[in-house]
C-alpha cells in the first residue's frame, strides 16, 4: 500500500478493498460515513492509473454509493480529489444530507449543507471510535 493509504489508518480504517482500490474511513468525519477512496497504484495523478483501476471505479463507486445510501440516506454525495497533501490518487468521499446522522454511537451534523462542504467542522475520530464506525460501515459493503 501507498504512504498516502497508510496516512488514513491502512489497515484500521479499511472497510472495503477491490483490486485496485481501497475504501477506508475517514478519520475526520465531516458528514458521518466519509470515507477515503484511495488507488492501491502509486500514482500521483489521476491519469496516470492503468486502465483497469479506471474501469473498477465504476464498481467501487457504485459499492460506495449502495452501502452509504443504507447507512446514512444521503441526498447527494462529494467526491473531492484535492491532493494536495497527500500525493497519490483519492478521493475523500462524502454523504451529504440536511440536518445530522448517527451511527456506531456517533452524531455528526453536515455543518455546510446544502452548500459547500465545511471540512473544518469536522469530528475527529478517536481510538474507540474508529474501530466502531469501521466496523459499523464493513456491513454495508458485503
Given at each position: 500500500m501507498n504512504a498516502t493509504i497508510e496516512k488514513f489508518g491502512f489497515p484500521a480504517t479499511l472497510v472495503a478493498?477491490?483490486?485496485?482500490?481501497?475504501?477506508?474511513?475517514?478519520p475526520a468525519q465531516p458528514t458521518l460515513g466519509a470515507l477515503v477512496l484511495a488507488a492501491k497504484s502509486d500514482a500521483t495523478a489521476f491519469g496516470d492509473l492503468s486502465a483497469a483501476a479506471h474501469a473498477e471505479l465504476k464498481a467501487a463507486t457504485s459499492a460506495i454509493e449502495t452501502a452509504l445510501g443504507k447507512a446514512v440516506g444521503y441526498s447527494k454525495i462529494n467526491y473531492l480529489m484535492l491532493m494536495m497533501v497527500d500525493p497519490h490518487v483519492h478521493f475523500h468521499v462524502l454523504p451529504r444530507y440536511d440536518g445530522?446522522?448517527?451511527?456506531?454511537?456517533l452524531t455528526v451534523a453536515d455543518a455546510g449543507w446544502p452548500g459547500q462542504p465545511d471540512l473544518g467542522q469536522a469530528v475527529k475520530l478517536d481510538d474507540a471510535q474508529i474501530p466502531a464506525l469501521t466496523g459499523w460501515l464493513k456491513p454495508y459493503f458485503a
Open positions: 478493498e477491490f483490486e485496485h482500490w481501497v475504501v477506508l474511513l475517514r445530522e446522522r448517527s451511527g456506531a454511537g
